[in-house]
């Protein structure tokens, strides 16, 4: 207020704003005009400190007292409105509380009730169990049959025992050894690894651990391969049939025992039977490279066809068919020959491989042929015929193309082929395919009825009896 001019008059400092409607420049006003001349007036501290809120009483309309009671009302609007606000909150509070509540109330009855819902579910169920006493059988069952880890340990316990007997007849030169169908595992093939390296004058040896069930463990490839390891040393041996069917040994495991194969160049009787062990071409390729190293061979029996029934196995293929067919066109000195190769999917062309092969193998005289459900049709049949009137040597014959579709010229092929073989005996079961040809295969054996009678010397008619029964039965 200091800095404010001095009234004109009075010389004294301005301080009061003159609020009348008057027509004078000087609205500005000292104390002592106030005193000389009443008027309205508004003192200047209340201007120079109000804010925005605030309200003076006569300004700037000088009969303002409707209005200002007004203005003076809605200065009341803040308060008003917070105690407002703590209202509609307070409100909304305990509505909140109420529909939480009902909502809990809600939830245990809907509980309660599907609990009541749920007993009266079970008492059915608590009847049956009661009646049936299946916990009475169950107590009896794991009382009888113990779990399958501890009769696992009892089965390589055993193994491990018959071991030790072996070491002690490290003199023997036969043996035969079948724990088939038994849970040996790879802790068992690794005990009768150790007691077969120790065999150093063993000269025949049959081991067989083949499995054909869906709750035996196998040895799978870490067992083969301690197997392997053992065989390999056994180098006197003249005579060894290995069977781990049903094993799962894989490519890995077959290549290990085809390593071990290779050492073995005494051997002149040899069987593998690798059925079902999902051996695909990489496992086929590393038998094959063994095989044709052994030539020694006279006697070969190599199955690696799958169990019917099963929906893995092995996978030759037509690939692996060739392999093999490569392998076995260098075993010159061949007189026994079995290959059971079925549900290999090797098609024609692989009969083909196999076939051209058999056509120089001509010192063959037992020859086992085992092609089951390989889609084997007219061509695969003719390939078959082709290479059998090579063989003048048979004595020995059996061929299975079961479920095949091989129709009546397939069989027309064969027998054909049957009717140049003076001196052989033939066994097996021939089902070629299709129902609707059987009748064709029958009038085309009355047909060959010439070959039959020059056969008749050396031939067995139980086939034919039985392939004829069989057929008739399709029809019934």
């Known amino acids: 207020m200091e800095n404010y001019q001095l009234c004109a008059t009075h010389n004294l400092r301005l301080n009061i704003l003159k609020i009348e409607n008057q027509e004078n420049e000087y609205l500005l006003k000292c104390l ?7 008027f309205k007036c508004v003192p200047l501290v209340k201007f ?4 925005f809120n605030t309200l003076i009483k006569g300004w700037p309309i000088i009969d303002d007292s409707q209005i200002y009671n007004q203005l003076k009302g809605m200065k009341q609007k803040e308060d008003f409105m917070m105690q407002e606000i703590k209202k509609i909150l307070s409100f909304y509070q305990k509505l909140k509380q109420e529909i939480i509540s009902l909502i809990e109330k809600k939830e245990k009855d809907t509980l309660k009730d599907f609990e009541t819902r749920y007993e009266n579910y079970e008492y059915p169920i608590d009847l049956y169990n009661k009646i049936s006493q299946k916990e009475k059988l169950k107590d009896i069952i794991f009382n009888q049959y113990q779990n399958q880890d501890t009769k696992n340990k009892i089965r390589v316990e055993g193994v491990k025992q018959i071991v030790l007997a072996l070491e002690t007849l490290q003199n023997i030169n036969h043996l035969v050894l079948d724990l088939s169908m038994n849970d040996v595992e790879v802790e068992g093939a690794k005990q009768i690894a150790l007691a077969l390296e120790k065999l150093k004058n063993i000269t025949k040896l049959t081991l067989n651990l083949s499995i054909r069930g869906y709750n035996i463990n196998s040895i799978n ?3 083969a391969k301690e197997i392997a390891l053992a065989l390999e040393k056994l180098l006197n041996i003249t005579n ?6 049903g094993n ?16 073995l160049q005494n051997l002149t009787n040899l069987t593998l039977d690798f059925s079902q062990n999902s051996i695909s071409l990489e496992g086929t390729k590393q038998i094959s490279l063994a095989l044709e190293k052994l030539q020694n061979l006279t006697n070969l029996t190599l199955l ?3 169990f019917s029934g099963y929906y893995s196995g092995n996978r030759l293929q037509v690939e692996g068919a060739l392999q093999m067919a490569l392998a076995l066109q260098k075993l010159k000195n061949i007189t026994y020959l079995t290959l059971n190769f079925s549900k290999n999917d090797i098609f024609d062309e692989g009969v083909k491989e196999i076939t051209l092969t058999l056509q120089k193998l001509l010192n063959i005289t037992n020859l086992t042929l085992i092609l089951n459900e390989n889609k084997i049709q007219e061509e695969g049949a003719r390939q078959i015929s082709l290479a059998l009137e090579k063989q003048k040597n048979l004595t020995n014959l059996t061929l299975k193309l079961n479920q095949n579709n091989i129709q009546a010229e397939g069989v027309k092929h064969i027998t054909s082929a049957l009717e140049k073989l003076s001196n052989i005996t ?6 070629f395919g299709c129902q609707r040809f059987l009748a064709n295969f029958f009038f085309l054996f009355i047909q060959h009825g010439r070959a039959l009678q020059m056969m008749k010397n050396g031939i067995q008619m139980r086939i034919i009896r039985q392939s004829f029964h069989s057929f008739f039965l399709s029809f019934n």
């Open 221 to 223: 490839v870490q067992g």
């Open 240 to 245: 060894l049939t290995v069977d781990f069917s």
């Open 32 to 38: 002592d005009c106030l005193l000389e001349q009443p």
């Open 48 to 51: 120079i400190d109000s804010d």
């Open 304 to 306: 690696l066809g799958n």
């Open 426 to 431: 033939i066994t097996g079961q021939e089902k």
């Open 248 to 263: 799962d040994i894989c490519d890995q495991g077959a290549k290990q025992i085809a390593l071990a194969l290779e050492k």
